[in-house]
């Protein structure tokens, strides 16, 4: 084959054949196929999109590219993967959760870039805790303790490591065939039998409206059907982040509360759906995750599921150097909160990163304490923002002031549902 006419079959709207696909990404892999033809290819692809057979082919092709792990356990193995949020930190009540419900739960995770936090980056608040485990001890601590949530080792998927930051210097990210085989590739390499996609639906998410996040998962779903993995996707909201918390530590805190029986009620709601579908995938369709919630075993598991990569889950999580709160102008109901609004705060304030090899502060972040429908009285706090470096401040506010709308309250008849956002 030569790249050219790879790239030309494509670019002219034709269906890429299974050797032209196999035989791209591993000579881009190997560094036969350099990153300017790879790059024409990501765009002839964004523009002219592949069906689903090229689409299950290329995960497949990006799969062979590494390793591919079997993680033998004698409980059933099910995973879950979300497009990621603001706020997202369900992974971290959900794997103990669905492990306290007798499945098995390998979590291998990402850390965040841009807005968007990343598991491993909240867990790394956790004093003593650890995101690097070889392949032998995620093994043993499935069987174990039924929860492992820890970094993708490198031989994963490594097409798809290379294609991704390729992608995002190209502008090629937001293609539903590039997005989805570059997820389902590292999920299936991982070893995962069964699969939960959260598919997130917003200004916070990759997909911003309905229609793109349904032909996503739709795309996802038939990968998963191609390589026989049992995927189901829910689309879930990420207009508003999900909680309160927005940063690593305070994440980490939000989630503790809800596996200790409180939290906020969309956190719980959205951690018991995903729970169902995984137990019901896993042939546990009769176990209730809200009764085992509540028994306090989920919690256990969590302290064992810390434990085990290193951590104290009783030590006191890093506090910021700096906390500022922003309180209410004038009295109102809260119309929206912009997802993205608070994510891109939550960043600046240190709890993301700029750059892949950029440090985060674990105890950055913020907290919303207003949600959408709520009345507030002039003078309430809205949001708390924690920081090491109060400078930060001043990038930060503003996008809060911004991401907040209220209305008044004789116009919203005290209700607040019928926001016309
Ligand atoms: N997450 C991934 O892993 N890959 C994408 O392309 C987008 C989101």
New binding site residues.
């Given amino acids: 084959f030569a790249a050219v006419d790879v790239i030309r079959a494509k670019r002219d709207g034709g269906r890429l054949t299974d050797a032209q696909i196999d035989w791209v990404l591993d000579a881009y892999t190997r560094g036969v196929v350099g990153d300017e033809q790879m790059a024409a290819l990501a765009m002839a692809v964004f523009l002219r999109g592949m069906d689903a057979h090229e689409t299950a082919r290329w995960t497949g092709a990006m799969i062979d590219s590494g390793e591919r792990l079997t993680l033998a356990c004698s409980r059933p193995t099910v995973d879950k993967h979300s ?2 949020g603001v706020g997202d930190k369900i992974t971290l009540p959900l794997a103990p959760l669905v492990a306290a419900c007798g499945a098995a739960v390998p979590q291998l995770s ?1 850390r965040g870039l841009g807005h968007t936090g990343g598991t491993l980056d909240k867990l790394e608040a956790v004093p003593g805790w650890r995101a690097e485990l070889s392949t032998d001890e995620i093994a043993r601590q499935l069987e174990d303790v039924g929860a492992v949530v820890c970094a993708a080792t490198p031989t994963l998927a490594p097409a ?1 490591r290379k294609l ?1 930051a390729l ?1 995002d210097v190209t502008a090629t ?1 937001e293609a539903v065939p ?6 389902m590739s ?1 999920k299936i390499a991982e070893g995962a039998g069964r699969l939960v996609l959260d598919v997130k639906v917003g200004s916070g998410a ?1 997909m911003k409206t309905r229609e793109q996040a349904r032909a996503l998962a739709a795309s996802l779903v038939e990968i998963g059907a191609a390589h026989d993995v049992a995927t189901t996707a829910l689309l879930t909201d990420m207009g508003t982040p999900l909680g309160a918390a927005v940063g690593n530590a305070v994440e980490v805190a939000e989630a503790v509360e809800v596996l200790q029986g409180g939290g906020p009620a969309d956190v719980v709601e959205l951690t018991l759906a995903l729970a169902r579908e995984m137990l019901a995938l896993a042939g546990l369709g009769d176990v209730d995750p809200e009764r085992v919630l509540a028994s306090g075993q989920a919690y256990e598991t969590w302290c064992r599921m810390i434990r085990a990569q290193g951590g104290d889950p009783d030590a006191p999580l890093p506090r910021p150097r700096h906390v500022h709160v922003v309180e209410a102008a004038e009295s109102g109901v809260v119309a929206s909160l912009d997802a993205y609004r608070v994510g891109v705060a939550a960043w600046r304030l240190g709890a993301g990163r700029a750059r892949k090899s950029d440090p985060v502060q674990p105890a950055a972040g913020v907290r919303c304490l207003a949600k959408p429908g709520e009345r507030v009285d002039r003078g309430q706090p809205l949001f708390e923002l924690h920081t090491d470096t109060p400078e930060a401040v001043a990038a930060a506010q503003p996008l809060l002031d911004a991401a907040l709308v209220l209305k008044d309250v004789a116009e919203s008849g005290g209700s607040g549902h019928d926001a016309g956002h």
Avoid at 178 to 183: C, E, F, K, P, R
């Fill in positions: 497009t990621g990402g798809d991704y992608r990210v590039l997005i989805a085989s570059s997820i590292k990759f």
